[in-house]
């Protein structure tokens, strides 16, 4: 039976339960991801290593998580995101379970930073792209509800783990984590695919002479990775961006439980720290997404607003030097991190279009890994360096404001979403569609450079061609 082909999606009906695929699979991911500082207390115990080489476990997966999202996309646009986000969760809890007999560091690194970082960029990059094609009017707050997977989840798993640690010791909680990796194939049930007028006409699109000697390879690497993104200056300055702030995104997770041991707490009250801030990133996720669509401000003026915040919160956590006062600095991060997260993915559907979404995702979380490889590592070599956690807090709310600043050289970050109105509405009279029929908002100049470019269109024939 065939497919309905929608004109624009939906912004509903099953989406919702690809939602509940997105927070499942954000539970499973990031969840794991921000609750793992457990586990690196065990590993600098048992295996007598410093604190920057053991960073590189966390680092290294993601890393590959997002170094590989481009393989993510590919299969995903060839193959279906059920299939591949399913062989993304067997390799994701191969890699936990085989960590589990690991007899040194090298161990590690390639099964929990490359098996299980590769699996998660096949869970991952489909999954996102998902919830964007059935979303648009809602898309700001479906995927902050898809992303409080990340909070509920950390407010769980870190004295979960910790008591799973207590109980069967850190192999045996790795190999529970490894059964719990296997839901990820439940997620990918749940991904019922979807056809957008949008997609028939990408199909459509296409030159017969495309496959001439001396470009027939570059042919079919370029539509299926969507390269021509590279030349998209919207894109490229966003991007580098969000890996400047993702070199200090993941630092409080990976060493804070290690930070509050430094304080003399206790391993259950460290823990917990990681817990509180889970909260408050949880509410601000939906808070987030709620305001974003409202529309009252522009999504990337928004993105600005909470990645300064969350650049300060990570210079006051030093600050805190007792139990009370640290756990309220990290409410207040918590807050900020959490309200900044869904807005990056939201924003990227109006810099590429809707059409280029699933590319774009894996493009550029493969260009942000080299934030997520660098960052962890640098705070755990700050940390040997100076005896404490304090020089790599600030570092990284250093790179996350920088990061925030960067934003600013986005073409037209300084137009009002109201003028941009305007200039969807003239475009629309001007290509005689009138004011019933406006244009469609991947096709206005929002950041200098239209979503779908005469380059572009002649490249993306995957569905036609043999690639």
């Known amino acids: 039976m065939a497919q309905p082909v929608y004109s624009e999606p939906p912004d509903g009906g099953w989406g919702w339960i690809v939602v509940l695929a997105g927070f499942l699979k954000n539970c499973l991911v990031f969840g794991i991801i921000r609750s793992f500082g457990v586990f690196f207390i065990q590993f600098i115990q048992y295996y007598e290593e410093s604190s920057s080489r053991v960073s590189w476990i966390t680092s290294i997966s993601v890393a590959t998580q997002q170094f590989a999202s481009p393989v993510g996309s590919v299969f995903g646009t060839h193959c279906g995101a059920r299939p591949v986000v399913m062989v993304g969760g067997v390799l994701a809890s191969v890699g936990m379970f085989t960590a589990s007999f690991g007899q040194s560091l090298l161990h590690m690194y390639l099964s929990i930073g490359i098996l299980t970082g590769f699996g998660w960029a096949l869970v991952f990059t489909p999954t996102m792209a998902m919830i964007s094609r059935y979303f648009k009017r809602r898309r700001a707050l479906a995927t902050g509800l898809a992303f409080t997977g990340v909070g509920v989840s950390s407010f769980v798993f870190s004295p979960l783990f910790q008591l799973l640690i207590d109980e069967y010791g850190w192999r045996g909680a790795l190999q529970i984590l490894s059964a719990m990796m296997l839901n990820l194939c439940v997620c990918a049930a749940l991904l019922r695919p979807i056809t957008l007028r949008e997609d028939l006409l990408v199909a459509s699109r296409g030159h017969p002479d495309d496959g001439k000697k001396g470009t027939e390879c570059w042919g079919k690497v370029t539509p299926a990775f969507d390269l021509t993104l590279i030349l998209h200056r919207g894109f490229m300055v966003y991007t580098f961006a969000l890996t400047l702030m993702t070199t200090g995104f993941f630092v409080p997770y990976v060493h804070l439980v290690a930070h509050g041991k430094n304080l003399g707490l206790s391993e259950y009250e460290a823990a917990f720290l990681s817990s509180v801030t889970a909260i408050s990133d949880t509410v601000a996720r939906l808070f987030s997404g709620w305001v974003a669509d409202l529309k009252l401000v522009r999504t990337i003026h928004m993105l600005f607003l909470w990645s300064v915040l969350t650049g300060l919160s990570l210079f006051l956590i030093p600050v805190g030097q007792t139990y009370s006062s640290l756990m309220g600095i990290l409410i207040f991060h918590g807050f900020c991190a959490g309200a900044l997260a ?126």
């Open 342 to 467: 869904p807005l990056i993915f939201a924003n990227l559907p109006d810099i590429v279009g809707i059409g280029r979404i699933l590319n774009a995702t894996g493009l550029f979380l493969m260009l942000m890994s080299i934030g997520g490889l660098l960052g962890p590592p640098l705070s755990g070599f700050l940390e040997d360096l100076t005896g404490s956690y304090t020089v790599s807090f600030m570092t990284a709310g250093g790179f996350i404001l920088v990061g925030s600043l960067v934003l600013l050289f986005l073409p037209n970050f300084f137009v009002r979403s109201t003028i941009l109105a305007e200039r969807r509405t003239s475009s629309a009279k001007g290509n005689g569609r009138g004011r019933e029929h406006p244009a469609p908002e991947n096709e206005v100049m929002l950041y200098g450079k239209p979503a779908e470019t005469e380059l572009s269109s002649g490249l993306q024939q995957c569905s036609e061609s043999s690639c």
